[in-house]
């Protein structure tokens, strides 16, 4: 019975998030922990954003080339390290307005920037265990840590992850549904 019940979970689960949902499903036994929570991640930030009313689009290598993201076929040399960079979704707000979104899990909330990302204006979010952070990736420091400690000075701090009542583009949201999805990563990221 119970493997009934989880069968119907995965079946409306797939019905609701379509492949991406799947993807992870398929893919959980091939991935260490790490892996495993960067795409927990992924899910929390996409599910936010379609509860915010975003249209959420997968543009990550691992959606748009699935054959190149497969472990059991390692590709190497130029076109790997460009695919690589994409980011992992495109949302698209009611107006019709598209920005590129990346997500990144990190325990220990550092964040490293890389000389060269080709996708300046694509606003990164930042999950650790307690918060999630968001910034464009143009105005970030080489290195930037999000922690307890300095993120209730966010909105004075240049170069840093901000809230997303700090970004103009995200200040008009719905605070309840990220204080939501707050608590949810608290929750699966202990």
């Known amino acids: 019975m119970e493997d009934i ?12 998030y379509g492949n991406f949902i799947n993807s992870i499903l398929c893919s959980i036994i091939m991935i260490n922990e790490s892996e495993l929570k960067g795409r927990v991640a992924e899910a929390i930030v996409r599910c936010m954003f379609e509860d915010l009313g975003f249209e959420v ?6 959606h748009t080339c699935p054959t190149l993201a ?10 790997k390290n460009h695919i690589r960079k994409a980011p992992d979704f495109i949302i698209v707000d009611k107006k019709g307005n598209a920005n590129f979104i990346e997500v990144k899990y990190r325990s220990d909330g550092k ?11 694509c606003y990164i979010i930042l999950l650790t265990k307690e918060y999630i952070g968001i910034e464009q ?6 290195e930037t840590s999000l922690t307890g400690s300095n993120f209730s000075m966010i909105p004075n701090n240049k170069g840093s992850f901000k809230s997303f009542k700090d970004i103009e583009l995200f200040s008009n949201l719905d605070r309840d549904i990220v204080k939501e999805y707050r608590v949810m990563l608290m929750k699966y990221m202990k």
């Open 111 to 121: 964040f490293r920037r890389e000389s060269d990302y080709p996708f300046r204006d």
């Open 57 to 62: 689009i997968p543009y990550g290598y691992e």
């Open 5 to 16: 019940k989880n069968i119907l979970m995965v079946i409306m689960l797939n019905r609701v």
């Open 70 to 79: 497969s472990k059991t076929r390692p590709i190497q040399g130029d076109v």
């Open 137 to 142: 990736y143009k105005n970030l420091d080489d």
